[in-house]
């Protein structure tokens, strides 16, 4: 196995995934929430996301094949399901309904938007099918991608679970200031993956 392409993996996952980009929007997600439960939201995240980007690395072209899902349909939904929970953050919807639900998890956003399609998003699932492809030495070369995938899900845990300290440091100006910010850029980001499916989508729609 080449470090040359681990290091291309390694970089390639950092930069979809994003785990730095990643801990201020869940410090918003989980603003409010104990510690021990936000440890828990962040460790379901986390695993729910690392299963997902496995079986995307090991069988993603086959599953998505058999159950008759492209690539870009995917990228659409996860787009407009996105776009739901930006919406939610841009009107404290979030926020009012934590407050109502403090202790029966009816507001946990470890699968979604956490976990799926933040964490394990459709760039994410597209990365892990053609690093997979593209992996010399046969299962070894497989592990290896899996490998360094689960180093990069792991920093995102480890920054998760800092974000106590960051919703500290911001105070609850900063957070609801950030929290805007934030639903603005994830706004945007549910249209781009709209935008990239219905590119995607189109030429094969037209017969282009």
Known sequence: MEIGFLITAFVTLFVVIDPIGLTPLFAVLTQGETAWRRRMIALRACLIALGLLTAFGLFGEELLAGIGISMPAFKIAGGLLLFLTALDMLFERRTRRREGHSDDG???????????????????????????????????????????????????????????????????????????????????????????????????????
Not at 127 to 134: A, C, E, F, G, N
Not at 151 to 161: D, E, K, S, T
Not at 178 to 199: E, K, N, W, Y
Request: net charge negative; proline share 5%.
């Open 106 to 208: 009816a507001d946990d956003p470890s699968v979604f938007p956490l976990a799926m399609p933040l964490i394990a998003g459709p760039g994410a699932m597209a990365s892990m099918i053609l690093l997979t492809d593209q992996a010399s030495a046969g299962w070894l070369g497989v592990l290896a991608v899996h490998g360094v995938m689960l180093a990069v899900i792991a920093m995102a845990f480890a920054l998760f679970l800092a974000a106590g300290l960051l919703e500290r440091l911001l105070g609850r100006m900063g957070i609801l200031v950030i929290t805007r910010l934030l639903g603005m850029l994830l706004a945007a980001l549910s249209v781009q993956f709209v935008i990239d499916g219905l590119r995607e989508v189109g030429p094969a729609i037209t017969g282009a």
